[in-house]
């Protein structure tokens, strides 16, 4: 395993600790009949070309080390996703109740909205690692946002690799204004959501009521598979 490989895979297990941890809050919404605040997670560690280029932007040396890991706050991403704009503070409270990871900083891109239009909300979390050599606390980012805004964040993103982060301005003009109707349609969610959510509900009452009922027959002499 060479030294890139040793370095990241606690960042690695993070995110797939993570993201188990919060899919399970959404299964314990669904199983107690409420509605969950989180439609669905995702989750990645930085690939090394990002890294490389955040090296060259923070004036760091490129390979792995302490300073590395305290300077880059992102290595280790969890991407939480709601339905609603109201259902991010719900979720930002699950955490900060939560006991097995530490928010060391916030920083809110839906109230504070950045220039470009860009809106998320943002948590710099420590989180212990289990590893062979013992326990490894790391820095994670976790990104709370709703469907619209992530939809303009990944357009925004693959942009802004095409322009280098100088956009024309038609363009810039453009995202700006794709970035208040996403909003919009947000706040027109919000308003309806009590009837956009009972319809859900039904829908999924119906599925599992149209559901065929397959009886097993078992032949004489089968055995539970053990």
Known sequence: ??????????????VDELKIKLKGIRAQFEKSNTTSPIEFVTGRVKPLASIYDKTLEKGLVFEPSDTLAHELQDIAGVRIMCQFVDDIPTVIELLRQRN???????????TNVKKSGYRSYHM???YPVGTIQ?????????QIRTLAMNFWASIEHSLNYKYKGVFPKE???RLQSAAEAAFKLDEEMSEIREEIR????????????????????HPKGDREYQ
């Open 100 to 110: 097995d990871l530490h928010i060391i900083e916030e920083k809110d891109y839906i």
């Open 124 to 126: 710099i979390i420590e």
């Open 171 to 173: 363009i810039k003009n």
């Open 198 to 217: 009972e319809a859900q509900q039904y829908f999924t009452e119906y599925k599992e009521a149209s559901k065929p009922k397959v009886r097993q027959n």
């Open 1 to 14: 395993m060479g030294q890139w490989d040793r370095f990241l895979q606690p960042y690695k297990q993070a």
């Open 134 to 142: 013992g326990e490894k606390v790391i820095l994670a980012e976790i």
